[in-house]
């Protein structure tokens, strides 16, 4: 990958207590991709109109709260975007959180089609 390029997949840095903390916007679709392409489209097309209500009135603890309750399952995929939501949600600034929300839509809609047999 080009430098150019890389430098535009992280969206946000921060350090706390030493520990070098980042958005990436690119690791953040992916993570979301792999855990909702087993869903069905009807699901996720619900899903996605709920989330994309609460950006639209910029309803932050709303979009947490469904989201949240959308990935409550004992599943190794889940579990990594748990890890990543944690290390991220109680640190992002309140000004990142439209694309931080977009890229997770996007990545849910991207996911339309691929719904697969476990």
Known sequence: MQENEQKFLVYWKKSVGGESLKLDLKDLKDKVSKVFQY???NYKQKLVYNL???VKN???KEF???LLKTINKPKED???LWEYLQKN???MPENIFVNFAY??????MSTYGSEKNE
Not at 103 to 108: A, E
């Open 39 to 41: 869903e069905t489209d």
């Open 52 to 54: 994309l209500e609460t």
């Open 58 to 60: 910029n309803d932050q």
């Open 64 to 66: 947490f709260y469904i």
């Open 78 to 80: 889940y579990k990594k």
């Open 89 to 91: 949600f109680d640190i």
């Open 103 to 108: 890229t997770i839509i996007i990545s849910i």
